[in-house]
């Protein structure tokens, strides 16, 4: 099984991204897909996740209302838009997959590499 993260970069407060994750290996449309960050010093924490076809989406308090989670099943992806990016936004950012739709990152089974997003103020 493979996630690969793409899409972070380096962009000025206000601005927007949007990550992309591509899985293979394992049959997309049964898992529920999320999306973690760690900034330096700090724990692992939940960004957003969204189950199987999408009905269900999950948002960390912090993202409410500038983040959105989605995914294209037909393609084996899941994407997250992040508009309004404050530095506090400041990460590496995790693709992960579980079989259930969980905000608890020891839930998932498979983790992409990572992609790095810097947000200037």
């Known amino acids: 099984v493979q996630l690969q993260a793409s899409g972070g970069g380096l962009v000025q407060a206000g601005g927007s991204l949007r990550l992309s994750c591509a899985s293979s290996?394992?049959?997309?449309?049964?898992?529920?897909m999320a999306w973690f960050r760690q900034a330096p010093g700090k724990e692992r924490e939940f960004v957003a996740a969204i189950s199987r076809f999408g009905a269900t989406t999950y948002y960390a308090e912090s993202v409410k209302g500038r983040f959105t989670i989605s995914r294209d099943n037909a393609k084996n992806s899941v994407y997250l838009q992040m508009n309004s990016l404050e530095p506090e936004d400041t990460a590496v950012y995790y693709c992960?997959?579980?079989?259930?739709?969980?905000?608890?990152?020891?839930?998932?089974?498979?983790w992409g590499q990572g992609t790095q997003v810097t947000v200037s103020s």
């Open positions: 992960a997959a579980n079989f259930r739709l969980s905000r608890r990152s020891e839930e998932y089974d498979y």
């Open positions: 290996g394992l049959t997309f449309s049964t898992y529920a």
